[in-house]
């Protein structure tokens, strides 16, 4: 069993930022890829960033240049770094972590950005 505790969220103006973090706890023999999705009200789940074990980064377009995600892999931690926030960023944003060839989701952090 794998447990994800996300944090960070909150309000922020337009322009400001926020770090979200995740920390996967429990049975872990080894983490492949570590995630950031996120969900606006009426809109489906979308990637936001996506790191594998190697480093390699992925972000959707809409993020790109402005947000930075990061990991620690001696203690299973996911970091986003947002910069430069959008009223448009607004969503609830889930960790996601694969442990092949299981995948596990945070319970979401909601992240609201004022214009």
């Known amino acids: 069993q794998v447990q994800l505790v996300e944090s960070g969220g909150g309000l922020v103006q337009a322009g400001g930022s926020l770090r979200l973090s995740c920390a996967a706890s429990g049975t872990i023999s080894s983490i492949n890829t570590m995630g950031w999705y996120r969900q606006a009200p009426g809109k489906q789940r979308e990637l936001v960033a996506t790191i594998t074990r190697g480093g390699s980064t992925n972000y959707a377009d809409s993020v790109k240049g402005r947000f930075t995600i990061s990991r620690d892999n001696a203690k299973n931690t996911v970091l986003l770094q947002m910069n430069s926030l959008k009223p448009e960023d607004t969503a609830v944003y889930y960790c996601?972590?694969?442990?092949?060839?299981?995948?596990?989701w945070g319970q979401g952090t909601q992240v609201t950005v004022s214009s």
């Open positions: 996601n972590v694969r442990i092949l060839p299981y995948e596990y």
